[in-house]
Nanobody
Framework: EVQLVESGGGLVQPGGSLRLSCAAS????????MSWVRQAPGKGLEWVSA????????SSADSVKGRFTISRDNAKNTLYLQMNSLKPEDTAVYYC??????????????WGQGTQVTVSS
């Protein structure tokens, strides 16, 4: 059974940092691209960042570029999102999602349950 379990969310002040983790199980993690997607209150899903299966190639939305860094540890079956210089508009539920293949753009087949990030003073 595929499982994606996010952790690391919480309340942080503007300008602060958080690191999200996504523990994966039930599949060969190193064979699949992964992504972070968020949903702000009352809004639709927003793609945040993606990383190919080997970890050597990443892509991020303009809204987070230069502030967020996606990474993965294939030995630990874990995906990360380092979030720096957080803004109130980053407040959202953050989901990790598994792509259908080694590259991104092929669509997702599994999602985690999400972790809440709230940026507020």
């Amino acid at each position: 059974e595929v499982q994606l379990v996010e952790s690391g969310g919480g309340l942080v002040q503007p300008g602060g940092s958080l690191r999200l983790s996504c523990a994966a199980s039930g599949f060969t993690f190193s064979n699949y691209a992964m992504s972070w997607v968020r949903q702000a209150p009352g809004k639709g899903l927003e793609w945040v960042s993606a990383i190919k299966s080997g970890g050597g190639s990443t892509s991020s939305a303009d809204s987070v570029k230069g502030r967020f860094t996606i990474s993965r540890d294939n030995a630990k079956n874990t995906l990360y999102l380092q979030m720096n210089s957080l803004k109130p508009e980053d407040t959202a539920v953050y989901y990790c999602a598994k792509y259908l293949g080694r590259d991104y753009g092929l669509g997702y087949d599994y999602w985690g349950q999400g972790t809440q990030v709230t940026v507020s003073s």
